[in-house]
């Protein structure tokens, strides 16, 4: 066990990071303006003159609710879903997501007896840590919550199963690929389990936002099992909504969201979205399929973004290790892909890690935002994300860090705790 400084020195080195007055801010998995420099071209395109689709569509008028036909193909593969059960619309992910949960509460989903709003109570399964935004949309419009643990596989799937029978249950989240905020990819087994659980409630829908899949670190590249198919071969074609988006692809602000699903539920959706809109922004479609052209230009765009964003997370992961490695004081992934570095710190001790390190200037996700109704019963787990700050920043950001995590470690045990995170 490595020996963590004194209290005092910890106070001392603490003090001298107060007095570098820092500025920083790791709290939103961001692009960088250099990643975002990458998709520069997107901004004069599709040209003078050039507005006309493939089949002679013209772009700048109403219509095609389900987004152009070039652009669903060129995703089709991104979706797991042929190019007719896919929806291509403005540059948001979340409100797909949005809207699938106000559509299934106003009218219910393909399979519903009534709108979900006429139930009595219904419920989510959220696996934890996860996504602070998808945990909020169910607290907007009170969706009850049942945390659900994360492993190294996935959501625990003993404790969904058991959980899904309840008819209350009508839906989960799930963040499959390079998970927010763990970085963990769904296995085999895992995705198999979630298309032929038996589920209480006929109409129970998995919301499989599958934001990271081209969000790689390394040149390793997991293969998610295909939740669309599992669901099918299950006998349960209608039970997968995949979401995904260019937002941080492209341009974040600019990019493109997309849904697929079976062709009942895209009916569903596209009946309801049609009385919403009279059609998406066809031309930003038509700037991104003449930018991205193919999937050998979106994975050479992803390879650039993987080169600027791999450092920054090695950054992360070997400071913590050079300051924290063998105390037992913290524990964190080293994700292949995704956005973000999960950090355990021991039990009680988040919320003060969080405070410290504003006081040296570096403003962190609020302890607590990996959980629903943003607590953290154990308050111990911390998310963090390197994507937005300069490559020195990130440097002296996990520096703060690590010393924020020692003395509010040291403080814990002076005060009776452990100081240690749990075996």
């Not at 840590?129 to 049942?146: K, N, S």
């Not at 499959?176 to 963990?184: A, C, D, H, L, T």
């Not at 991104?288 to 650039?304: E, K, N, P």
């Not at 090695?314 to 570095?341: D, I, K, M, N, Q």
Request: hydrophobic content about 40%; glycine content about 10%.
């Amino acid at each position: 066990m490595t020996a963590i400084p004194a209290l005092a020195d910890l106070q001392a080195r603490y003090a001298a990071l107060q007095g570098r007055g820092l500025k920083l801010d790791m709290t939103r998995g961001k692009p960088s303006p250099e990643q975002l420099d990458l998709s520069e071209g997107l901004v004069t395109l599709p040209g003078n003159r050039d507005h006309r689709t493939e089949t002679g569509e013209d772009a700048r008028n109403y219509g095609g609710v389900q987004g152009l036909a070039e652009v669903r193909a060129l995703f089709a593969a991104v979706l797991g879903a042929p190019p007719e059960r896919i929806v291509v619309g403005n540059n948001s992910s979340l409100a797909l997501m949005h809207d699938c949960i106000a559509y299934a509460l106003l009218k219910g989903v393909p399979g519903s007896a009534r709108p979900w709003s006429k139930e009595e109570e219904i419920r989510f399964l959220c696996p934890v840590p996860g996504y602070d935004r998808h945990f909020a949309l169910c607290e907007t419009y009170g969706i009850g919550m049942v945390p659900v643990p994360m492993t190294a596989e996935g959501p625990d799937m003993d404790v969904v199963e058991r959980e899904a029978r309840d008819p209350r249950v009508r839906g989960m989240w799930a963040v499959p690929q390079y998970s927010n905020p763990g970085g963990e990819t769904y296995s085999d087994a895992t995705v198999s389990r979630l298309a032929r659980m038996e589920t209480g409630a006929p109409d129970f829908r998995l919301f499989w936002d599958n934001a990271y899949a081209l969000h790689h670190l390394t040149e390793r590249r997991p293969v998610l099992r295909n939740i669309l198919e599992a669901c099918a071969e299950a006998g349960n074609p209608d039970r997968a909504i995949v979401f995904a988006s260019t937002s941080k692809v492209t341009l974040a602000g600019a990019g493109l969201a997309m849904l697929a699903s079976s062709e009942a539920n895209v009916r569903w959706y596209l009946a309801n979205a049609g009385k919403r809109s009279i059609g998406p922004d066809k031309l930003n479609q038509l700037r991104h399929i003449r930018f991205l052209r193919d999937q050998t230009g979106i994975d050479a765009l992803m390879d650039g973004h993987r080169r600027l964003l791999a450092p920054k997370f090695r950054a992360v992961t070997e400071t913590l290790a050079r300051h924290l490695g063998g105390t037992g004081v913290a524990r964190w992934s080293e994700p292949e892909g995704g956005y973000f570095v999960l950090l355990e710190v021991p039990e009680g001790c988040a919320t003060r890690v969080v405070t410290l390190a504003a006081a040296c200037g570096l403003a962190l996700t609020p302890a607590g935002a990996t959980h629903p109704y943003g607590r953290d019963p154990q308050d111990r787990l911390l998310r963090l994300a390197p994507s937005y700050p300069k490559l020195a920043e990130v440097e002296a950001a996990a520096e703060v860090v690590a010393t924020c995590v020692l003395l509010a470690a040291e403080e814990s045990r002076e005060a009776g705790g452990s100081g240690r995170v749990a075996a």
